[in-house]
């Protein structure tokens, strides 16, 4: 089964893709963490890759574009994709249909967590001294906000047409989450 998880940053993206990759026994595509690795190796791509996101910018389509398809085609995942945080613009969700479509894949739910900004900044300021994460100051996830809505939106209003489309109130709990996704998969 393969699954895009939709929502700004703070939305709990990552909380319910680690929740599916044990219930499916699936694989979780965080283009967030793929890209803090690659800064990680201090390569001339991770300098530039820190940079935008130091900024709270989108990293280039083409680098994450490049960084996913390996994965999209390894064979042992294939059927085993969970989304986070990838597609992000409309280009990013034309390469993910042309891969699939090549790899003879497809998406089987997308499902938007949604939230109000007010919520997201108090979960994100929480999570900042948690885990104490660079791309996380104040003025950078009000622009992260920003950013987001800006260029996922008309993302997110093109996969709403589609059938395969749930959207889910993404102020409540965990578990409650949870359960309403698996009340989709039925599984
Ligand atoms: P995340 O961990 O998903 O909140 O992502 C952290 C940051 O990584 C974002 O603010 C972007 O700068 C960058 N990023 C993550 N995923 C993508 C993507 N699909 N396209 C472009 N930039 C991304």
């Keep these: 089964m393969n699954i895009i998880l939709f929502g700004p940053p703070g939305a709990g993206k990552g909380t319910q893709a680690k929740y599916l990759v044990d219930k499916l026994n699936g694989f979780q595509i965080s283009t967030g963490d793929i890209l803090r690795k690659e800064i990680q190796k201090n390569s001339e791509i991770g300098k530039l890759i820190f940079n935008d996101m130091k900024n709270g910018k989108f990293v ?3 680098i994450v574009n490049k960084l996913i398809k ?7 995942l294939k059927d085993k994709l969970i989304f986070d945080g990838y597609p992000r613009s409309i280009s990013q969700a034309k390469n993910l249909d042309l891969l ?3 790899s003879n894949q497809q998406i089987d739910f997308i499902f938007f967590l949604n939230v109000d900004k007010e919520t997201i900044l108090k979960r994100i300021k929480k999570r900042k001294i948690i885990e104490k994460r660079s791309d996380d100051e104040l003025d950078t996830i009000i622009k992260r906000y920003d950013t987001y809505m800006e260029t996922t939106k008309p993302v997110l209003n093109f996969y709403s047409k589609n059938p395969k489309y749930n959207e889910i109130d993404g102020t409540l709990k965990i578990e409650e989450i949870t359960a309403k996704i698996d009340a989709f998969l039925n599984v």
């Design 70 to 76: 390996e994965i999209i085609f390894n064979p042992s």
């Design 60 to 62: 280039n389509d083409e």
């Design 100 to 102: 699939l479509d090549k």
